[in-house]
């Protein structure tokens, strides 16, 4: 079995969806599970409904819910799909109505509401899908809510992995003994109340991976808009190439510290099955894109890829050694639960506690006023320059590892290095204006 996975942009329209079904014909003869996402810019639209909903007068509600119902209706009509489908889109639309008026008279919107609706979306996408593959193949929709299971934590579920696997051979695997394709939804589960969960941002290619972990499947293939994994944000660097084959922890480390073609836990349960995974571009099938496998390309040396994360914000601590002994944990906890999120790196050296957070240097100083005022504490804003490679450490990536630091000691006036703290990445800190030109620079000396 394969499993597919079908972005945003890869569903959007009539004309996306129809590439999808000639992608589908080139797999003929293997059994496939799509996994798709919500039209592209569906979701955002449905969580502003839904929070607009508390306000909104009723014409204008209805008229936000009907545009959005009547753009997955025009998507059916241009694919000349019959009824069964539209009624199915009429009767999502009709569940999507009854929330946000739920919402209205009872003004306030839950977690729980904003996931029954943001949930609408996947289910929309996947009965025109289903509908349109269904044409040419022996294909067949699936409720995801049946199987994935999740806690109850709305907008960022936790998967019971367990549970999923259960219901998903108990329920999910039987339909290929009839069917050639099965096509369900990413980013949605359901809890023990059977109430729809959402797992957050990237959540569609997580499905994917929980998927083909949990039914053993022979691939994984992300189907996006690009064509793998580049050496560089092609936007930054227009010559960037693309890595036909990395490592998973290459992948996370970069996916972590920028990359946005997957989200950076994505792969893990994929990993922990050691079942490869390829990046691959919906509009340009035909090219090779990256294959993500537990070991990767053990012959590559030195940097393969570098990227920039900005703004950061910078912070060190300083104390008393016997002081930040006991109370670094504290201090960090306290720093993630102000901030609102953890942070990217966190080392501890002597007397000192470095954090780099992925936030702005005002958000980060209104908070960090609450924490003791007996510390020293300095904040900075900069740009955190992140390179990746196989293996940093051996003997082969040695001049690799000295050009990076040359490259930004020549264009940075007071960069900070974190070193080679990963076996496949090092970072350093930079003026943000001094970026763009330092990764031009390293790209031009590993390309």
Known sequence: MIVMKFGGTSVQDADAMKNIVSIVQAYSGQKILIIASACSGI??????IASDSVYLPDITRRERVDAIINRHRTICEDLGLDASTVLHIEEIGNHLQSYCEGIALLGECSNRSKDAIASCGELFSTR???????????????DARMSMKTDSRYSHAQVNMNETERLSNQLLKPLFDQHDIVITQGFIGSNEEGHATTLGRGGSDYSAAIFGAVLNAENIIIWTDVSGIASADPRVIPDALFIECMSFDEARMLSYFGAKVLHPETILPAMQKEIPVQVKNTFKSSDL???????????AHGIRSVIAKMPITFIQIHMQSEVLEKSTDHLIHSLDELIGSKSLITVSIDSMLCMIYDASVSSVEENIALLAEDL????????????????????????????????????????????????NAMFALVHPLNATAILQEIHRNIS
């Open 289 to 299: 894109g990256t294959t993500i496998t537990r070991r990767g390309d053990e012959s």
């Open 128 to 142: 025109i899908l289903s509908g349109i593959v269904g044409v040419h193949s022996n294909a067949r929709w699936f």
């Open 43 to 48: 979701t955002s639209e449905l969580l502003g």
């Open 376 to 423: 020293e504490i300095n904040i900075g804003e900069y740009a955190l320059i992140s390179a990746i490679g196989h293996n940093l450490r051996d003997s082969h990536s040695k001049e690799s590892v000295k050009k990076f630091q040359e490259i930004i000691n020549e264009l940075d006036s007071s960069p900070i290095f974190m070193g080679t703290m990963q076996q």
